[in-house]
């Protein structure tokens, strides 16, 4: 079983900062691509931030030169360092990874649970 379990959410004020942290854990393989997605009141999941096995990162335009995602492949453990909040960052962020259960099992996505980041003065 694969489980994600993502941590450091909370309450900030606007111009704070806020570091989360998704470790994947289990009987797994592999672990591939990592990611951050959000998702607001009434509005649809999107997409934060991803790194690549490699360390490529891709970032939603608007979290740039803001948000840093970062990765310990030996911990499994993804982060996102969130800098400069700003209220419309609120919202229940997700973790995500491909992972890879065996040599011959092929990258599935998994999720977490959600922690809930609400920027408000």
């Known amino acids: 079983q694969v489980r994600l379990g993502e941590s450091g959410g909370g309450l900030v004020q606007p111009g704070g900062s806020l570091r989360l942290s998704c470790a994947v854990s289990?009987?797994?393989?592999?672990?591939?691509?990592m990611g951050w997605y959000r998702q607001a009141p009434g509005k649809e999941r999107e997409l934060v931030a991803t790194?690549?096995?490699?360390?490529?990162?891709n970032y939603e335009d608007s979290v740039k030169g803001r948000f840093t995602i970062s990765k310990d492949s030996t911990k499994n453990t993804a982060y996102l360092q969130m800098n400069s909040v700003e209220p419309e960052d609120t919202a229940v962020y997700y973790c995500?990874?491909?992972?890879?259960?065996?040599?011959?099992?092929?990258?599935?996505?998994?999720w977490g649970q959600g922690t809930q980041v609400t920027v408000s003065a």
């Open positions: 289990g009987s797994i393989f592999s672990v591939s691509t």
């Open positions: 790194i690549s096995r490699e360390g490529k990162t």
């Open positions: 995500n990874a491909d992972v890879a259960l065996s040599r011959i099992h092929p990258y599935m996505k998994y």
